[in-house]
């Protein structure tokens, strides 16, 4: 599956974005899906997931805030971003696995997100 992220930006802390992810392929639906981030000098790092099921996981710092959905009759995945905050400045990349047993082994480009104090 190739993956292609878009929906970056620059917007103020308080504000609201949504990425999205287009994936190809005709079994984009078995595929588990994540959204993570990298800042700079950090290492890259889960933000939130969703399985080929639908079930869906947060990390803490965007509980709440985000919400990842998914889409399997137009293949794509999507962040929807709330309350942004400065900290929350990463290149974000949707990446795919096969399954619960498999590493993510598919990335997209990565979309960069500025959030301005």
């Known amino acids: 599956v190739q993956l292609q992220a878009s929906g970056g930006g620059l917007v103020q802390a308080g504000g609201s974005l949504r990425l999205s992810c287009a994936a190809s392929g005709r079994t984009f639906r078995i595929y588990d899906m994540a959204w993570f981030r990298q800042a700079p000098g950090k290492e890259r790092e889960l933000v939130a997931t969703?399985?080929?099921?639908?079930?869906?996981y947060y990390q803490d710092f965007v509980k709440g805030r985000f919400t990842i959905s998914r889409d399997n009759r137009k293949n794509t995945v999507a962040l929807q971003m709330n309350s942004l905050k400065p900290e929350d400045t990463a290149v974000y990349y949707c990446?795919?696995?096969?399954?619960?047993?498999?590493?993510?082994?598919?990335w997209g480009q990565g979309t960069q997100l500025t959030v301005s104090s």
């Open positions: 990446a795919a696995r096969a399954g619960p047993g498999s590493a993510y082994d598919y």
């Open positions: 969703i399985s080929s099921g639908g079930s869906t």
